[in-house]
């Protein structure tokens, strides 16, 4: 969601940044399914979350973030339009979904989980409802799960449910960092659904696991990092590449595991996809990005039909000094 004060700031710089660097990617003249594609539905303006389909190849499950209603969107990334819109019922008015993930039950897990005021509710929700097996308009009962944090509220951006254990994590989100939380091992209904912090992970705006749950990668506006993941905890870390977007929210892995899409905010956003490091899928013939940190954040991505965006990385780095100069005046404001 929109974070006021320093990153509203970060937010229009970014925006601005990337109409000057991102080539819009264009979909795919062969029509193959996940590959970059600009989301064409009109309703979705704010688009927040990334959940690849298992059930219907090439389809992405996403959500505005607030002030929406109960909806969820599946998007073709073969044509960028929407092919389904499923109403939540038996849940209360949502408030800010920020995150989506789909789950080795076949259920699809909808974080609302965003406090743009970081820590102003005392609880926060995620609903669940499996996939649907045929695409089309529909409304689901979807179970209703609450939840709070162990050490007090806050505000959050990403759900990630682990594609193995089923056990679902958050990541929080603020200008000095974030945790990880675990959540219990299975969500229950009819009490408090407790989730304690297992890590410390940097500002994160949206999160995924690989398909074989052995890596977690987290993303924020402008960067993104994978960790080893073993018996729920993070180990060694490395650099991901990862388009420079507008207004980064959304990451989550292709059904297959040989890419990233990384989407972002915005009438007509762009669904960039990145592939993984050695993994060749879906047609793409294109160089598999370092994930060794050694390589530049590339602005069109590997696989997006468009010419890969110079200088991507100085971008990132003026933008960074400008957003810790915004920081350091809202801080010297506030202390006024």
Known sequence: MRSYLTVSGAAALLVLAGAAVTATPATADDGAADRSFTIEDPRITESSGLAASRAHPGIYWTHNDSEDGPYIYAVDSRTGKTVATITMRGVGAPRDVEAIS???????????????????????????????????????RATQF??????????????????????????????????????????TTGRTNVFRRVGEVPWVTDGTFSP??????????????????????????HRVDAPLQGQAESVTYTADGSALMFGSEGARSEVVRVDVAGARGNGSDSKSPSKDGGGAS???????????????????????????????????????
């Open 102 to 140: 789909l789950g080795p039950d076949g259920n699809l897990y909808v974080g609302d989980i965003g406090d743009n005021l970081n820590g102003s509710w005392d609880h926060v929700w995620i609903y669940r409802f499996p996939e649907p097996k045929v695409l089309k308009d529909a409304t689901v």
């Open 146 to 187: 609450d939840v709070k944090y162990a050490d007090g509220a806050r505000n959050a951006e990403a759900l990630m449910v682990h594609p193995k254990t089923g056990r679902v994590y958050i990541a929080s989100k603020n200008e000095g960092g974030g945790g990880l939380y675990e959540g219990p091992a299975r969500l």
């Open 212 to 237: 074989d749950g052995k890596e977690l990668v987290l993303r924020s506006y402008f960067s993104a990092r994978g960790y080893a993941f073993e018996d729920g905890r993070l180990g060694a870390d």
């Open 298 to 336: 590339s602005a069109d991505g590997a696989g997006a039909g468009g010419s890969e965006t110079k200088g991507s990385t100085l971008v990132g780095a003026v933008l960074l000094a400008a957003v810790g100069a915004l920081v350091f005046m809202n801080r010297r404001r506030k202390r006024g």
